[in-house]
């Protein structure tokens, strides 16, 4: 649905692009309408985009996610949960109870 994330030049006229492109009922708000100086009135629109923007990310996981059989859901959680221990530092490791020796 989204496609490639954009990138520069104007990634966030890009990005309000492909929003309004999904969501014809979506309006990006005007930069003065922010609190703040300049500055912070600026940063605060390009995060609103930006949240949009991910948030179409999120609801396309969250369809492709529906769409598997449980069985796959679940096989998807254990390697989740099995490529983060993996990363794990070993000070990591035992803040979370692990004592043992490495599981592989």
Known sequence: MLG???TKPDVINKMA???QSVNKHWVRPATRSFAG???QQKAAADRYV??????LARQEHIKFAAELTLATRVDMVVLCLLAWY???TTKE???????GSEVH
Request: aromatic fraction near 4%; proline fraction near 4%.
């Open 4 to 6: 490639t994330r954009p």
């Open 17 to 19: 692009t492909v929003v």
């Open 37 to 39: 100086t300049r500055n």
């Open 50 to 55: 930006r949240e949009a923007y991910n948030d």
């Open 86 to 88: 993996d990363m794990l």
């Open 93 to 99: 490791k035992k803040r979370i109870g692990h004592t």
